[in-house]
């Protein structure tokens, strides 16, 4: 009786997870080029208008994920800076 439980248990967790497996959508990477005035601030309103990876995302949420991403320690950019952004 015990196998069985286990067994059934151990079906239960593969169809779970095999189906939040296969319905996530597969992240890829733009890259955004820095010119003179951008701020992450104004790329992440741009980025939550245009980009279905953070919609309906807070800004906040959105500058510290590129932040995170492109392994930057503050918020200064510099013209020509190459940074990654994530999308679907």
Known sequence: MKKLVIIFVL??????????????????YKTQYIYSGDTLW?????EKSNNAYYKNK???YI???????NNLKNSNL???????IPSY
């Open 58 to 60: 807070d800004i906040r």
């Open 42 to 46: 104004s790329i992440a309103c741009i």
């Open 11 to 28: 079906i239960v967790l593969i169809v779970i997870f095999a189906k939040s497996t296969y319905s996530k959508q597969e992240v890829t």
């Open 78 to 84: 510099s013209e020509g800076m190459e940074l990654k």
């Open 63 to 69: 500058i510290n994920d590129i932040k995170y991403i």
